[in-house]
């Protein structure tokens, strides 16, 4: 035995490496090209809560899947081997274990209820999470800059409780929490408009550029409903319906030219009264992890 990592449930043993001579079922080994730990065993074929949400290794093949959660043994695990704990011991020792009994009794994966209120920022976020299967701790551990447990807790709380997130926490959960870029394309009667990525901060009309009616300090959906306006021809009288009154309209055109930011349920509402569609791709590095649309 080289290590341990502990889990809410068990605590499983770190017992070598995928090239051992001998593989133990129901011991984590080590991958190692890449420190990845992996769980033994010739009868489970997917991550689940017998195999601690760990990615399989049969004996010839990595089985990974999305459930698979991604655990190093130098980053996550306790070593054990008698000469490596003694040079190792030092005045950070008891924050070591700590950490550890915290993600130990922490390790429940995040599941937030996807609920038909949520507006567009709160969806992406619960959809992301649901995606990922995400702990609390990794959270915390994924922040940076560094976000402190309580504050984290105290995000996720809201985000099962409330249906508006508004534009500075969606930022905060993209840029500093899940590091997640994004997608939005803009579709009229099927037919692409205009896309927006982020961080790029780049607009596609895949016409003109339109960069002299917005501005950098807005934001992107303030700038993407500004540019719809000019591309489109849109105007009060276009916008007006049986279903649409005067207060709307205004109440819409007042937030575009303040410098307030621009709520998700505005964004959505717009979109519909221009008789419009959106989807928005949401990318973990390359890896399209969740999208979400609203189409008319």
């Known amino acids: ?18 090239d051992s001579n001998s593989l133990i079922d129901g011991r984590l080994y080590v991958d190692p090209e890449t420190d990845r730990l992996f769980f033994y065993s010739i009868k489970e074929t997917r991550s689940s809560p017998i195999t601690g949400y760990f990615p399989i290794w049969d004996g010839k093949t990595k089985i990974i899947s999305q459930f698979s959660n991604q ?54 976020i619960k959809g992301i999470l649901n995606a990922k299967k995400y702990t609390l701790i990794d959270l915390v551990d994924m922040s940076t800059p560094p976000l402190p447990e309580k504050t984290i807790s105290n995000y996720y709380s809201a985000l099962t409780k409330i249906t508006f997130m508004r534009l500075d926490k969606w ?35 895949g016409i003109v550029s339109y960069d002299n009616i917005t501005t950098t300090k807005e934001d992107p959906f303030k700038r993407i409903i ?31 030219n303040s410098k307030k930011s621009l709520s998700a349920q505005l964004f959505s509402r717009f979109i519909r009264m221009a008789h419009l569609s959106y989807e928005i791709y949401l990318y973990d590095n390359d890896e399209l992890i969740f999208e979400y649309g609203e189409f008319n």
Request: glycine letters at 4%; charged letters at 25%.
């Open 1 to 18: 035995m080289i290590g341990i990592i502990p889990s809410g449930s068990q605590t499983f043993i770190v017992e070598g490496t995928l």
């Open 226 to 256: 500004k540019i719809l306006l000019i591309m489109e021809n849109i105007n009060k009288n276009s916008l007006r319906s049986k279903e649409i009154d005067d207060y709307t309209i205004n109440n819409m055109i007042t937030t575009l």
């Open 71 to 124: 655990k190093y043994f130098n980053l996550d695990a306790t070593r054990t081997e008698i000469l490596s704990m003694s040079s190792n011991i030092n005045e950070n020792i008891a924050d070591q274990v700590l950490y550890q009994r915290r993600r130990s009794e922490r390790d429940e994966i995040l599941e937030p209820l996807l609920i038909d209120g949520d507006n567009m920022f709160t969806q992406c």
């Open 171 to 205: 930022m905060i959960w993209l840029d500093v929490i899940l590091h997640i870029k994004y997608m939005i394309v803009i579709y009229k009667d099927g037919k692409k408009l205009l896309s927006y990525n982020y961080p790029e901060n780049v607009f596609d009309t």
